[in-house]
């Protein structure tokens, strides 16, 4: 099941005023599962012209993986992404997946497209 | 077969068989085939590839020319594995190469009687008569090295990502020195060396380091790097380096099996690969027995393997008089050392002279005697070339000085060289040794002197066969260039890349064009750094993991239906349903008819959508398109174009205005990410700083497209009354937004808008993913069939609409019959937008410019394909352009087509002949406007 997420993209250098929003670009933010207080504020803010407010529900589904699983080292330098941030958008095995470090664990978002096809590469490695 | 036990640095007592062409032979624990073979007085391991000339081993490392052995029996065996790479198993099967029927009695080593027409480029001045294919079959047969495995048992290779502060490649003297120092200071030091050992050279140099013997300092070395938390990785070759990541291969026992490939990601990269020793060339120096004195030293201290009897060493420098001293200390008889240089104050010369042997200064080898192999040498004094006298011997060691190891990538991507890589030689300078051999004081010297008739025979590149003549020739037929030199002579070529033999090359078309060597220079080696399995290479990238398959949410409803899945532009997509046909022809035929009939579904998921917000977003998209974005009113679409800077078109698809500052746009489904790029490096060059958010919102609607009659009847019975009304009065390229849920379901969002890709009455309905399924099923129960690509391409044919066929990234919008979006708007003016500008240039005004246009059989039956050629006449040459797609349409019952037609002929009316002689036979053909069926549009209309 594909999650229910917004992206707020800014246009004056602000942030997306959410302790949940993952900075997944230069001023593009993803939250998921918004509130809809959150909402309701970023609506007004986009309704200023500070920034827009675009609903990506559908684009990304949550992918698990062990923490230790060989997998993360084969896709990518991920103590090199992740040293300064807690979330990466990256490449995996040809598939667009977001890679975000909640509490010491790593959790992975693909694009819902893509599910199977990653899936089935981290059985197989 | 040897019963004596050896003692070397890498091997063990434990001993076991192996076969070498058959043959069974006795290794050693740790022992490569290079060693083992050695060790058993195996002196020839292959033929060459030209001449089929016995070679035996010149080097002991995978710059190895020469001994290219066969590992494993076919059809999985290995081909070209270096003798000196490979760790000898229990039971492995080794095969020398480039022979027929065996490595002694080669019949192609009568190639050799001919070889005056073997030449440099040989293959460009004959085989012409009858043909080339006349000769094919058996130059096929005799040519390359090694014959191409038939399938394959090694496992899938791993891949690994890490990342440090510095990344040193050789574990060297040089590179342990450099990674001591990184490690004091704090950095995190990853060290890679190809060897299963470290220390490089150290294992037969007897210098001090630190006050402790060389391979001590090893081992203390190598202790502090671990517990200062280096990473020291054996049997792990750099191949690779680019900017700040470096690729290297790991592979245990020089063999592929159990592959890594790593990536090693570092702000500091140095090179501390040392440098590659290089031969001098004299008469018949590729004889067996002859090899670069280093590979000796290393056999010995190694691997106990003394490599002759009888030995004389030749070079250029002083590091041959320790080398013979070292050589003697392991029990080899040193008969003369051969110096090209008139003088040196070598302390180990003067050793060697009160010990007996005999060493000559500013002689040469002008000549090597022996068949199978070297027997003796001729060597005269340099500046009296034909006082030549006899020297019996059975093995020469050679060495014309060392060519640093920079190849693995390009000087800029090296933070840091050091060591011999950098020039330096001394191991006092590297490292800090005492009683080391100190500079070499080499002088160059890079072949004997002799007459033109025997530069034949003076061997430059060995693993190609290229000699001193084939350079002269290619000089004087005019290839001047080093690059030049090597691709008509093949010089530096191969698995080698010219490690031996480039420099020599170099600096003999230098001597031979009276050039200097700086101004030759060497030709550029072609990574990887040393052969690697292309198995390796594609990493997880095999069988099914060698790309994703993108799924919409809609394909188990596919495969249920008995859909006929296939990947198109990395989506699985439904070609026809099995139900309807035998064959997607037969089936495609029966689908289309039946949405012209009835109606039917399909799934347009995979369409590009972007949408496009903010208050610049109009007049971004108005600049973007063609057609005005801003003059869209909200809950109305329009089908729009866009071009590239220089005026082609590069997509098209439908802008739907959902606000006056949002928009969606759809783009083909194979040029969603390119029309992002596109429209984002506008957004962040031309009209940075812009109020402009531009997101890729293909995953996150699905797009069921119901057409045909029926279309409208089953949307009412399935979406519900609150639709009544839209339905009955949404105009086309309208839509609305409401909310609908399955039955027993949670609403969602549905987009119904009025569109039509097939010429009938049509609707796109873009959903949640969520509801794509139940709303798919709920329309298929309503009484629409699914149809797939097949039908839907055979419908938009009969409507002349086009795709990539069409829109092929050589047509501009002229071309391709969108001329009407470029006429002045209300106001009267032109508007101007990416690629309008370049427009009006001659090329695309040309009289003989393709133009769209249909196209049918003349005689209304006969077949034509997608890909004929337009002719005049059934002879003519010149192509007026081709046929883009063709089917057979079952609402005309005959052969319809898209095609791009030279201008100046393309009046309706004209025949035309397709040409098809690949797939048979020329058709007839008339000139036809685009659209076939419905050119009014009423049935959209309905």
Same mark, same amino acid.
């Given at each position: 099941m594909s999650l229910s997420a917004c992206e707020w993209v800014d246009f004056d250098g602000g942030d997306a005023n959410s302790d949940l929003a993952l900075a997944i670009a230069p001023a593009r933010w993803l939250v998921v599962a918004p509130q809809e207080a959150w909402l309701a504020e970023r609506t007004q803010a986009a309704l200023a012209g500070l920034g827009a407010l675009i609903d990506v529900s559908g684009r990304w589904v949550p992918v698990e993986i062990a923490p230790d699983s060989p997998a993360l080292s084969a896709a990518a330098p991920l103590e090199l992404y992740l040293r300064d941030r807690d979330v990466a958008a990256l490449w995996m095995f040809d598939c667009p997946v977001l890679i975000v470090r909640c509490n010491g664990e790593i959790r992975l978002l693909v694009e819902a497209s893509y599910a199977h096809s990653l899936r089935a590469m981290l059985a197989r490695l | 077969m040897s019963a004596k036990l050896r003692t070397g640095r890498r091997i063990t007592g434990e001993t076991f068989a192996f076969y070498f062409d058959g043959q069974r032979y006795c290794a050693q624990r740790g022992d490569t085939a290079a060693s083992a073979l050695a060790a058993a007085g !195996?002196? %020839?391991f292959g033929r060459s590839i030209k001449y089929r000339r016995l070679r035996g081993l010149l080097a002991l490392g995978p710059e190895e020319p020469n001994a290219l052995l066969t590992v494993g029996e076919p059809p999985a065996c290995l081909p070209n594995v270096p003798a000196p790479v490979v760790r000898v198993t229990p039971g492995m099967r080794l095969y020398s190469q480039n022979r027929w029927p065996s490595l002694r009695v080669d019949a192609g080593s009568l190639l050799r009687l001919g070889a005056g027409f073997w030449g440099a480029g040989f293959y460009y001045k004959t085989f012409m008569w009858p043909s080339w294919k006349f000769y094919e079959g058996l130059i096929r047969r005799l040519a390359g090295l090694g014959a191409a495995p038939a399938e394959s048992k090694l496992p899938q290779s791993k891949v690994l990502h890490l990342d440090a502060d510095v990344i040193i490649a050789g574990a060297g003297a040089a590179g342990l020195r450099a990674a001591l120092d990184a490690a004091r200071s704090g950095q995190r030091v990853i060290l890679c060396e190809r060897e299963p050992v470290i220390g490089g050279e150290l294992s037969f140099e007897t210098a001090s380091i630190d006050g402790v013997a060389a391979l001590h300092w090893v081992q203390r070395a190598s202790e502090e790097l671990g517990h200062l938390g280096a990473r020291i990785m054996t #049997?792990? %070759? !750099?191949i690779s380096a680019r900017g700040n990541v470096v690729i290297a291969h790991k592979q245990p026992a020089g063999l592929p099996g159990a592959d890594t490939l790593l990536r090693l990601y570092a702000p500091m990269l140095v090179n501390a690969m040392g440098a590659v020793e290089r031969p001098i060339a004299f008469i #018949?120096? #590729? *004889?067996?027995? =002859?090899? *670069?004195a280093g590979a000796a030293e290393r056999l010995i201290s190694d691997y106990g393997v003394c490599v002759g009897k009888r030995i004389v060493l030749f070079g250029n420098h002083d590091r041959l008089y320790r080398t013979a001293i070292r050589l003697r200390q392991g029990g080899v008889n040193v008969k003369a050392i051969i110096d090209t240089r008139a003088l040196t104050a070598s302390a180990s010369r003067a050793i060697l002279l009160a010990a007996g042997v005999e060493c000559l200064q500013a002689?040469? =080898?002008?000549r090597a005697e022996g068949g199978g192999a070297v027997r003796a040498v001729q060597i005269a004094p340099i500046k009296k070339a034909t006082a030549v006298r006899r020297v019996d011997c059975d093995s020469v060691l050679v060495s014309g000085g060392w060519s640093p190891a920079v190849r693995a990538a390009a000087p800029s991507d090296w933070h840091s060289v050091c060591g011999a890589a950098a020039g330096e030689l001394a191991l006092a300078a590297i490292a800090g040794a005492s009683d080391d051999d100190g500079e070499p004081q080499l002088e160059a010297y890079w072949r004997s002197p002799c007459a033109t008739a025997d530069e034949k025979n003076q061997f430059v590149d060995m693993q190609n066969d290229v000699t001193v003549a084939d350079l002269r020739q290619a000089l004087a037929e005019g290839f001047c260039d080093i690059e030049h030199v090597k691709r008509y002579t093949t010089l530096g070529i191969g698995t080698e890349q010219g490690a031996t033999g480039g420099m020599l090359g170099a600096a003999i078309v230098a001597e031979l064009s009276g050039s200097a060597l700086a101004a030759i220079g060497t030709s550029r080696a072609r990574g990887p750094y040393q052969p690697v399995p292309m198995g390796v290479l594609s990493g997880s990238r095999v069988g099914a993991g060698l790309r994703p398959e993108r799924r919409t949410a809609l394909h188990e409803e596919h495969a249920k239906a008995g859909a006929v899945l296939e990947l198109m532009a990395g989506w699985m997509r439904p070609r026809y349903y099995q139900g309807n046909g035998a064959d997607a022809f037969a089936a495609g035929i029966v689908e289309a008819a039946r949405v012209r009939k009835q109606g039917g579904i399909c799934d347009g998921s995979t369409l590009g959508k972007l949408e496009i917000a903010g208050a610049d977003a109009p007049a971004f998209l108005d600049r973007l398109y063609l057609n005005s974005a801003s003059a869209i009113e909200t809950g109305r679409a329009r089908y729009a174009a866009l071009l590239r800077e220089d005026g082609i078109v590069l997509d098209d698809g439908l802008l739907l205005r959902q606000a006056a500052d949002r928009f969606t746009a759809t783009t083909s489904s194979s040029h969603g990410a390119h029309v992002l790029s596109h429209l984002e490096f506008y957004r962040d060059t031309e009209w940075r700083g812009r109020r402009i958010a531009i997101s890729d919102v293909t995953e996150c609607w699905s797009v069921l497209i119901v057409a045909g009659p029926a279309s409208r009847t089953a949307l009412t019975a399935v979406l519900g009354r609150a639709w009544n009304e839209p339905l009955l009065n949404l105009r086309h390229m309208a839509f609305v937004e409401r909310t609908w849920s399955a039955a027993a379901g949670v609403g969602a969002k549905l987009r119904l808008l009025r569109a039509s890709f097939s010429g009938e009455l049509a609707y796109e309905l873009h959903c949640h993913p969520d509801i794509a399924c139940p709303l798919w099923q709920a329309l298929v129960a309503a009484g629409l069939a699914p149809f797939g690509l097949e039908a839907l391409d055979i419908l938009r044919v009969e409507k002349g609409y086009l795709t990539g066929a069409e829109l092929n990234g050589l047509t501009t919008p002229m071309d391709a019959g969108l001329g009407a979006m470029l006429k002045a708007g209300a106001d009267g003016l032109t508007r101007n937008s990416v690629g309008r500008a370049l427009l009006g240039r001659e090329g695309y005004l040309a009289a003989d410019r393709p133009i769209l246009v249909g196209l049918r059989a003349a005689d209304g039956k006969s077949q034509f394909l997608g890909g004929a050629q337009v002719t005049t006449t059934t002879t003519a040459t010149q192509s007026l352009g081709y046929i883009t797609s063709s089917v057979f349409s079952p609402a005309l019952q005959e052969w319809i087509g898209l095609a791009l037609i030279a201008r100046n002929c393309s009046a309706a009316g004209n025949e035309l002949i397709a040409r098809d002689p690949l797939r048979g036979g020329n058709t007839r053909v008339r000139i036809v406007p685009p659209a076939h069926l419905d050119p009014e549009g009423q049935r959209i209309k309905a």
């Amino acid at each position: 099941m594909s999650l229910s997420a917004c992206e707020w993209v800014d246009f004056d250098g602000g942030d997306a005023n959410s302790d949940l929003a993952l900075a997944i670009a230069p001023a593009r933010w993803l939250v998921v599962a918004p509130q809809e207080a959150w909402l309701a504020e970023r609506t007004q803010a986009a309704l200023a012209g500070l920034g827009a407010l675009i609903d990506v529900s559908g684009r990304w589904v949550p992918v698990e993986i062990a923490p230790d699983s060989p997998a993360l080292s084969a896709a990518a330098p991920l103590e090199l992404y992740l040293r300064d941030r807690d979330v990466a958008a990256l490449w995996m095995f040809d598939c667009p997946v977001l890679i975000v470090r909640c509490n010491g664990e790593i959790r992975l978002l693909v694009e819902a497209s893509y599910a199977h096809s990653l899936r089935a590469m981290l059985a197989r490695l | 077969m040897s019963a004596k036990l050896r003692t070397g640095r890498r091997i063990t007592g434990e001993t076991f068989a192996f076969y070498f062409d058959g043959q069974r032979y006795c290794a050693q624990r740790g022992d490569t085939a290079a060693s083992a073979l050695a060790a058993a007085g !195996v002196r %020839a391991f292959g033929r060459s590839i030209k001449y089929r000339r016995l070679r035996g081993l010149l080097a002991l490392g995978p710059e190895e020319p020469n001994a290219l052995l066969t590992v494993g029996e076919p059809p999985a065996c290995l081909p070209n594995v270096p003798a000196p790479v490979v760790r000898v198993t229990p039971g492995m099967r080794l095969y020398s190469q480039n022979r027929w029927p065996s490595l002694r009695v080669d019949a192609g080593s009568l190639l050799r009687l001919g070889a005056g027409f073997w030449g440099a480029g040989f293959y460009y001045k004959t085989f012409m008569w009858p043909s080339w294919k006349f000769y094919e079959g058996l130059i096929r047969r005799l040519a390359g090295l090694g014959a191409a495995p038939a399938e394959s048992k090694l496992p899938q290779s791993k891949v690994l990502h890490l990342d440090a502060d510095v990344i040193i490649a050789g574990a060297g003297a040089a590179g342990l020195r450099a990674a001591l120092d990184a490690a004091r200071s704090g950095q995190r030091v990853i060290l890679c060396e190809r060897e299963p050992v470290i220390g490089g050279e150290l294992s037969f140099e007897t210098a001090s380091i630190d006050g402790v013997a060389a391979l001590h300092w090893v081992q203390r070395a190598s202790e502090e790097l671990g517990h200062l938390g280096a990473r020291i990785m054996t #049997d792990t %070759a !750099v191949i690779s380096a680019r900017g700040n990541v470096v690729i290297a291969h790991k592979q245990p026992a020089g063999l592929p099996g159990a592959d890594t490939l790593l990536r090693l990601y570092a702000p500091m990269l140095v090179n501390a690969m040392g440098a590659v020793e290089r031969p001098i060339a004299f008469i #018949d120096n #590729d *004889l067996p027995g =002859i090899m *670069l004195a280093g590979a000796a030293e290393r056999l010995i201290s190694d691997y106990g393997v003394c490599v002759g009897k009888r030995i004389v060493l030749f070079g250029n420098h002083d590091r041959l008089y320790r080398t013979a001293i070292r050589l003697r200390q392991g029990g080899v008889n040193v008969k003369a050392i051969i110096d090209t240089r008139a003088l040196t104050a070598s302390a180990s010369r003067a050793i060697l002279l009160a010990a007996g042997v005999e060493c000559l200064q500013a002689y040469t =080898i002008v000549r090597a005697e022996g068949g199978g192999a070297v027997r003796a040498v001729q060597i005269a004094p340099i500046k009296k070339a034909t006082a030549v006298r006899r020297v019996d011997c059975d093995s020469v060691l050679v060495s014309g000085g060392w060519s640093p190891a920079v190849r693995a990538a390009a000087p800029s991507d090296w933070h840091s060289v050091c060591g011999a890589a950098a020039g330096e030689l001394a191991l006092a300078a590297i490292a800090g040794a005492s009683d080391d051999d100190g500079e070499p004081q080499l002088e160059a010297y890079w072949r004997s002197p002799c007459a033109t008739a025997d530069e034949k025979n003076q061997f430059v590149d060995m693993q190609n066969d290229v000699t001193v003549a084939d350079l002269r020739q290619a000089l004087a037929e005019g290839f001047c260039d080093i690059e030049h030199v090597k691709r008509y002579t093949t010089l530096g070529i191969g698995t080698e890349q010219g490690a031996t033999g480039g420099m020599l090359g170099a600096a003999i078309v230098a001597e031979l064009s009276g050039s200097a060597l700086a101004a030759i220079g060497t030709s550029r080696a072609r990574g990887p750094y040393q052969p690697v399995p292309m198995g390796v290479l594609s990493g997880s990238r095999v069988g099914a993991g060698l790309r994703p398959e993108r799924r919409t949410a809609l394909h188990e409803e596919h495969a249920k239906a008995g859909a006929v899945l296939e990947l198109m532009a990395g989506w699985m997509r439904p070609r026809y349903y099995q139900g309807n046909g035998a064959d997607a022809f037969a089936a495609g035929i029966v689908e289309a008819a039946r949405v012209r009939k009835q109606g039917g579904i399909c799934d347009g998921s995979t369409l590009g959508k972007l949408e496009i917000a903010g208050a610049d977003a109009p007049a971004f998209l108005d600049r973007l398109y063609l057609n005005s974005a801003s003059a869209i009113e909200t809950g109305r679409a329009r089908y729009a174009a866009l071009l590239r800077e220089d005026g082609i078109v590069l997509d098209d698809g439908l802008l739907l205005r959902q606000a006056a500052d949002r928009f969606t746009a759809t783009t083909s489904s194979s040029h969603g990410a390119h029309v992002l790029s596109h429209l984002e490096f506008y957004r962040d060059t031309e009209w940075r700083g812009r109020r402009i958010a531009i997101s890729d919102v293909t995953e996150c609607w699905s797009v069921l497209i119901v057409a045909g009659p029926a279309s409208r009847t089953a949307l009412t019975a399935v979406l519900g009354r609150a639709w009544n009304e839209p339905l009955l009065n949404l105009r086309h390229m309208a839509f609305v937004e409401r909310t609908w849920s399955a039955a027993a379901g949670v609403g969602a969002k549905l987009r119904l808008l009025r569109a039509s890709f097939s010429g009938e009455l049509a609707y796109e309905l873009h959903c949640h993913p969520d509801i794509a399924c139940p709303l798919w099923q709920a329309l298929v129960a309503a009484g629409l069939a699914p149809f797939g690509l097949e039908a839907l391409d055979i419908l938009r044919v009969e409507k002349g609409y086009l795709t990539g066929a069409e829109l092929n990234g050589l047509t501009t919008p002229m071309d391709a019959g969108l001329g009407a979006m470029l006429k002045a708007g209300a106001d009267g003016l032109t508007r101007n937008s990416v690629g309008r500008a370049l427009l009006g240039r001659e090329g695309y005004l040309a009289a003989d410019r393709p133009i769209l246009v249909g196209l049918r059989a003349a005689d209304g039956k006969s077949q034509f394909l997608g890909g004929a050629q337009v002719t005049t006449t059934t002879t003519a040459t010149q192509s007026l352009g081709y046929i883009t797609s063709s089917v057979f349409s079952p609402a005309l019952q005959e052969w319809i087509g898209l095609a791009l037609i030279a201008r100046n002929c393309s009046a309706a009316g004209n025949e035309l002949i397709a040409r098809d002689p690949l797939r048979g036979g020329n058709t007839r053909v008339r000139i036809v406007p685009p659209a076939h069926l419905d050119p009014e549009g009423q049935r959209i209309k309905a």
